[in-house]
């Protein structure tokens, strides 16, 4: 199945706060979302991926389903794939 067969909206804000995770699950239970979507950077100290704070948190304590992604190692050489 493709991404053709579903309709997603995709929504975003904005917000300031003192810890990024609560914040986003936060908004996630405020705005009854279906999923969270979390980038994570290419880290592999000791040969092994690292997570931040923020996808931690969120893995622990969102409401909803919870998406990760990685970038590229080439992608992460360049910016972590942002353009």
Do not use: K, S
């Not at 199945?1 to 996630?28: I, K, P």
Request: charge should be negative; charged fraction near 20%; include cysteine.
């Amino acid at each position: 199945m493709g991404a053709g067969h579903h309709t997603v909206a995709l929504d975003g804000a904005m917000c300031q706060a003192r810890q990024a995770g609560h914040a986003v699950v936060d908004e996630a239970i405020e705005r009854n979302t279906d999923a969270i979507v979390v980038g994570v950077g290419y880290e592999r100290p000791y040969g092994r991926f690292r997570l931040g704070r923020l996808p931690q948190y969120v893995l622990a304590h969102a409401p909803c389903e919870v998406w990760l992604f990685r970038y590229t190692p080439d992608q992460a050489a360049d910016g972590g794939g942002v353009a």
